[in-house]
């Protein structure tokens, strides 16, 4: 499972974004080719991640939080205006971040999409039949 941010999760679900970034260190635990389940504990009130969309990964690329935010292709693949919007989020999601921070970026194609995820009720406690 991967989860996502408030962001991330409405620019993937308006297929506005197709890639995202995250602080992993030295190696980063996704591979090119490699399929993952995006998740959001946005999509409702409740505060479970939920599934939305499943995606095959199509580039793993590692750089420093100031190469990625003055990269303009970049910001709009993750959905972001500007550089600095994405920067915001960035501090936002990591508690701080320097330019110097290393930090991993995904691409990735989108195999399914849920649209409706998260409206359907509580589907992991529906209510017990009647007799």
């Not at 409740?46 to 580039?59: D, H, W």
């Not at 999601?93 to 995904?106: A, S, V, Y």
């Not at 409706?116 to 009647?130: C, E, F, H, I, L």
Request: include cysteine.
């Amino acid at each position: 499972m991967f989860s996502c941010n408030r962001w991330e999760t409405k620019q993937i679900m308006e297929g506005k974004a197709c890639g995202v970034v995250r602080q992993y260190g030295e190696s980063c635990p996704h591979l090119v080719g490699g399929e993952i389940v995006l998740t959001s504990a946005f999509l409702d009130k409740s505060g479970r991640e939920i599934p939305f969309a499943k995606a095959q990964v199509v580039s793993v690329r590692p750089g420093l939080a100031g190469e990625f935010r003055r990269d303009k292709m970049l910001v709009e693949t993750d959905g972001y205006s500007n550089g600095e919007h994405w920067h915001g989020q960035m501090r936002i999601m990591f508690g701080g971040i320097k330019d110097t921070d290393q930090l991993w970026h995904l691409t990735f194609r989108i195999t399914e999409m849920d649209k409706q995820a998260g409206t359907r009720g509580d589907v992991m406690n529906p209510p017990k039949a009647r007799r």
